[in-house]
């Protein structure tokens, strides 16, 4: 990634942008993109309190889209947003901001926010008996250690959700041995990693190639979700009957691949070209479903009675929720609880004027929900312009909050109104 211009630098940190991002993973880089797209009038910056773009695997690509539309320069890198107060008076929003190591203040109309769900700075801390007895080298997915070799290791990876899933055939090619260690099975299903119907790129326009993707894709996603809500005993079998032809003769159906719920009343774990099999089959991991009894100083003891040796263990337990990336938000000095408000549409948090999450689709890709959300920012913003307003805000009317009925996010919660206010 091109560093910033200091001229640039000082210009950013001294504006008022029409546009605040918040973030550089996924969603935040296409927030940008259509920002600049669709909205060519619009100042826009990207603020990111990380050194580099976020995301790993997909990184590369990141760093070239980026690069390839203008975006990178409008970055900021080592910018961490610690809070933001909306001035009705003014219709502008000031963000205090950390500029490596430098106080400054920020101003924009709109902000969107690219920090996705989970806290960046504090994984969640699973209650593992006595790990702090293990005298091998303890890894976190969310702070992997540069420094961490494990080749030619004994590798427990304690988990079984997508994480875990897909370190299992990262780590597979390097490691002595690899136990995925999980309290309960969740559902795999394995998709072949190309791109259907590839003959029609070189038929058809890239434009219409594109949409007709992302239609098939999303229809696919919606229907598989759908037969497996109406169906589930059957979709069950049919994802037992997929999973035992990817198994080898040592491992088990049933318990180290069957969950005790119906098919997706969770995420599901997709396995690219099942992957994570071909390592079962290969002997070099191996899967065990238990509890922990405690952690030894050279591995684990299991409430089973099996003890599993190591030399490093991975906690692949899971991520911390958090919503805006733990910014401090006010509305003219008064402070806005997160977890008290609705959200419109998945989109705009009740009371909070000019300010948008992007959250993506929680049971189909996430990309594909990050780019309606954003899509519909762009939405709004273009209504504001049309109508002269300077500022939208979701509003709940009293009589109206008590027929409620409070949904988590994560199923689509949709509210009722949006009231646009000069």
Same mark, same amino acid.
């Given at each position: 990634?091109?560093?910033?211009?200091?001229?640039?630098?000082?210009?950013?940190?001294?504006?008022?942008?029409?546009?605040?991002?918040?973030?550089?993973?996924?969603?935040?880089?296409?927030?940008?993109?259509?920002?600049?797209?669709?909205?060519?009038?619009?100042?826009?910056?990207?603020?990111?309190?990380?050194?580099?773009?976020?995301?790993?695997?997909?990184?590369?690509?990141?760093?070239?889209?980026?690069?390839?539309?203008?975006?990178?320069?409008?970055?900021?890198?080592?910018?961490?947003?610690?809070?933001?107060?909306?001035?009705?008076?003014?219709?502008?929003?000031?963000?205090?901001?950390?500029?490596?190591?430098?106080?400054?203040?920020?101003?924009?109309?709109?902000?969107?926010?690219?920090?996705?769900?989970?806290?960046?700075?504090?994984?969640?801390?699973?209650?593992?008996?006595?790990?702090?007895?293990?005298?091998?080298?303890?890894?976190?997915?969310?702070?992997?250690?540069?420094?961490?070799?494990?080749?030619?290791?004994?590798?427990?990876?304690?988990?079984?959700?997508?994480?875990?899933?897909? #370190?299992?055939?990262?780590?597979?090619?390097?490691?002595?041995?690899?136990?995925?260690?999980?309290?309960?099975?969740?559902?795999?299903?394995?998709?072949?990693?190309?791109?259907?119907?590839?003959?029609?790129?070189?038929?058809? $326009?890239?434009?219409?190639?594109?949409?007709?993707?992302?239609?098939?894709?999303?229809?696919?996603?919606?229907?598989?979700?759908?037969?497996?809500?109406?169906?589930?005993?059957?979709?069950?079998?049919?994802?037992?009957?997929?999973?035992?032809?990817?198994?080898?003769?040592?491992?088990?159906?049933?318990?180290?691949?069957?969950?005790?719920?119906? $098919?997706?009343?969770?995420?599901?774990?997709?396995?690219?070209?099942?992957?994570?099999?071909?390592?079962?089959?290969?002997?070099?991991?191996?899967?065990?479903?238990?509890? +922990?009894?405690?952690?030894?100083?050279?591995?684990?003891?299991?409430?089973?009675?099996?003890?599993?040796?190591?030399?490093?263990?991975?906690?692949?337990?899971?991520?911390?929720?958090? +919503?805006?990336?733990?910014?401090?938000?006010?509305?003219?000095?008064?402070?806005?609880?997160?977890?008290?408000?609705? #959200?419109?549409?998945?989109?705009?948090?009740?009371? #909070?004027?000019?300010?948008?999450?992007? +959250?993506?689709?929680?049971?189909?890709?996430?990309?594909?929900?990050?780019?309606?959300?954003?899509?519909?920012?762009?939405?709004?913003?273009?209504?504001?312009?049309?109508?002269?307003?300077?500022?939208?805000?979701?509003?709940?009317?009293?009589?109206?909050?008590?027929?409620?009925?409070?949904?988590?996010?994560?199923?689509?919660?949709?509210?009722?109104?949006?009231?646009?206010?000069?």
């Amino acid at each position: 990634m091109k560093e910033v211009t200091q001229a640039w630098y000082y210009e950013a940190c001294t504006s008022r942008f029409d546009v605040i991002i918040v973030g550089t993973g996924i969603s935040g880089i296409n927030a940008a993109y259509r920002i600049q797209d669709q909205l060519p009038n619009f100042s826009y910056a990207i603020l990111e309190a990380r050194e580099d773009l976020g995301g790993s695997a997909i990184k590369e690509y990141m760093h070239t889209t980026a690069e390839k539309y203008g975006i990178d320069k409008h970055i900021l890198f080592r910018h961490h947003v610690s809070s933001a107060d909306w001035c009705t008076a003014n219709s502008t929003w000031s963000l205090v901001v950390d500029a490596d190591g430098v106080p400054k203040t920020i101003t924009a109309r709109f902000m969107i926010f690219g920090t996705g769900y989970y806290d960046h700075k504090q994984p969640l801390q699973a209650n593992i008996p006595s790990l702090n007895n293990f005298q091998g080298q303890v890894a976190h997915p969310q702070f992997w250690p540069e420094d961490l070799d494990y080749r030619n290791k004994k590798v427990i990876i304690i988990g079984s959700g997508a994480t875990a899933i897909t #370190l299992l055939p990262k780590m597979a090619d390097e490691a002595a041995h690899i136990t995925m260690l999980q309290r309960t099975p969740t559902y795999i299903y394995s998709v072949p990693n190309h791109t259907a119907n590839s003959r029609l790129a070189y038929l058809l $326009p890239s434009g219409i190639y594109h949409g007709l993707q992302r239609a098939i894709w999303t229809l696919r996603q919606r229907m598989f979700l759908l037969f497996c809500q109406r169906f589930p005993s059957f979709a069950t079998w049919i994802l037992r009957r997929g999973l035992e032809k990817e198994l080898p003769g040592h491992i088990s159906y049933d318990p180290h691949f069957k969950p005790h719920y119906k $098919p997706w009343d969770q995420r599901m774990c997709v396995c690219p070209n099942g992957d994570s099999f071909a390592c079962l089959r290969s002997g070099k991991a191996d899967v065990h479903t238990d509890t +922990i009894k405690t952690v030894t100083k050279k591995g684990i003891a299991l409430n089973g009675g099996m003890a599993l040796d190591a030399d490093i263990i991975v906690t692949a337990t899971g991520l911390k929720l958090q +919503i805006g990336g733990g910014i401090r938000l006010s509305v003219d000095k008064q402070k806005i609880d997160i977890r008290s408000k609705y #959200l419109w549409n998945g989109v705009m948090l009740q009371d #909070l004027p000019n300010a948008a999450f992007v +959250i993506g689709y929680t049971n189909a890709s996430w990309t594909l929900g990050a780019d309606a959300i954003t899509q519909c920012i762009t939405r709004i913003l273009k209504m504001l312009e049309s109508r002269k307003l300077v500022a939208a805000v979701p509003r709940v009317k009293a009589q109206d909050a008590q027929n409620f009925q409070d949904r988590p996010h994560d199923r689509f919660t949709v509210q009722r109104e949006t009231r646009n206010d000069k």
